[in-house]
């Protein structure tokens, strides 16, 4: 395995990311999409760089079998603390697996899904192809492969509002950005994730904006929670407040 470079921001992203009201509106919004998508439990689901268990914990107390993979021993370490605090049933019904997302095919002994997901990873790679490829390879046929991707159309937005006018400018024309946690970030476009689902047998269904409005302001108040939720829920369905969002979610079938 290659260094993990995730190990020191572990605790950052865990505790400073998903545990943060914007943290809680992603989870939450993606899952309300997940849930039009998705098969009935009990569904086989492979989470690639599920990291610690966010997304599909939650998808696991629903009843579905999952099979969290991730590159990164720090955060399975996290999972796998995580996991200890859930039931019985729920720890039986998730499997952890350390590698790289884009060796899933082999890693899961070649088994077909009916869901795949792959939420927050993209941007780290240097391409998207190796992985969308590998993605589309672990799913069955009529299965759903979900992508959540940074928003390429959108990123001079959070420079502008921080006044960094000259980056602003510049991101007009980047591909990229120094992400939160200080690492760099590569984005992506909705039309070109769909033509490598298409370029790998499967068939865009849907794609949805995820942070519109939580993300250009700070947020720690918990009451507002749920009142925020349904907001950016509402608004990742619609146009024009989809294409303005910072990352966007894009779902297929094969």
Same mark, same amino acid.
């Given at each position: 395995?290659?260094?993990?470079?995730?190990?020191?921001?572990?605790?950052?992203?865990v505790e400073? %990311?998903?545990?943060?009201?914007? $943290?809680?509106?992603r989870?939450? #919004? *993606?899952?309300r999409?997940?849930?039009?998508? !998705? =098969?009935?439990?009990?569904?086989?689901v492979?989470?690639?760089?599920?990291?610690?268990g966010?997304?599909?914990?939650?998808?696991?107390?629903?009843?579905?079998?999952?099979?969290?993979?991730?590159?990164?021993?720090?955060?399975?370490?996290?999972?796998e603390?995580?996991?200890?605090?859930e039931?019985?049933?729920v720890?039986?019904?998730?499997?952890?697996?350390?590698?790289?997302?884009e060796? %899933?095919?082999?890693?899961?002994? $070649?088994r077909?899904?009916a869901? #795949? *997901?792959?939420?927050?990873?993209?941007?780290? !790679? =240097?391409?998207?192809?190796p992985?969308?490829?590998?993605l589309?390879?672990?799913?069955?046929?009529?299965?759903?492969?979900s992508?959540?991707?940074?928003?390429?159309?959108t990123?001079?937005?959070r420079p502008?509002l921080?006044?960094?006018?000259?980056?602003?400018?510049a991101?007009?024309?980047?591909?990229?950005e120094?992400?939160?946690?200080?690492?760099?970030?590569?984005?992506?476009?909705?039309e070109e994730?769909?033509?490598?689902?298409?370029?790998?047998?499967?068939?865009?269904?849907?794609?949805?904006?995820v942070? !519109?409005?939580?993300?250009?302001m700070?947020?720690?108040?918990?009451?507002e929670?749920t009142?925020?939720a349904?907001v950016?829920?509402?608004?990742?369905?619609?146009?024009?407040?989809?294409?303005?969002s910072?990352v966007?979610?894009?779902?297929?079938?094969?």
């Amino acid at each position: 395995m290659t260094e993990d470079v995730w190990a020191d921001l572990t605790d950052r992203f865990v505790e400073g %990311a998903y545990a943060t009201v914007k $943290g809680r509106v992603r989870t939450y #919004v *993606l899952h309300r999409h997940l849930m039009d998508h !998705l =098969p009935p439990p009990p569904a086989a689901v492979l989470d690639v760089g599920g990291g610690a268990g966010h997304q599909s914990l939650p998808l696991a107390r629903l009843g579905y079998e999952i099979v969290l993979l991730d590159s990164s021993e720090a955060m399975l370490a996290t999972a796998e603390q995580r996991l200890a605090a859930e039931s019985a049933d729920v720890r039986d019904r998730v499997r952890l697996v350390l590698g790289s997302g884009e060796d %899933a095919p082999s890693l899961t002994q $070649g088994r077909r899904f009916a869901a #795949v *997901l792959c939420h927050g990873v993209l941007m780290y !790679l =240097p391409e998207p192809t190796p992985m969308i490829e590998a993605l589309c390879a672990c799913t069955a046929v009529d299965g759903i492969v979900s992508v959540m991707a940074l928003n390429a159309a959108t990123l001079a937005v959070r420079p502008a509002l921080e006044h960094r006018w000259d980056d602003a400018q510049a991101a007009f024309h980047a591909r990229g950005e120094r992400g939160v946690l200080g690492l760099d970030t590569r984005a992506d476009t909705v039309e070109e994730l769909s033509g490598m689902f298409a370029d790998h047998g499967v068939r865009p269904l849907a794609w949805y904006g995820v942070w !519109l409005f939580t993300d250009w302001m700070t947020l720690d108040d918990e009451d507002e929670l749920t009142r925020i939720a349904e907001v950016e829920l509402e608004a990742s369905r619609r146009d024009p407040y989809r294409h303005l969002s910072r990352v966007f979610h894009l779902v297929g079938r094969r």
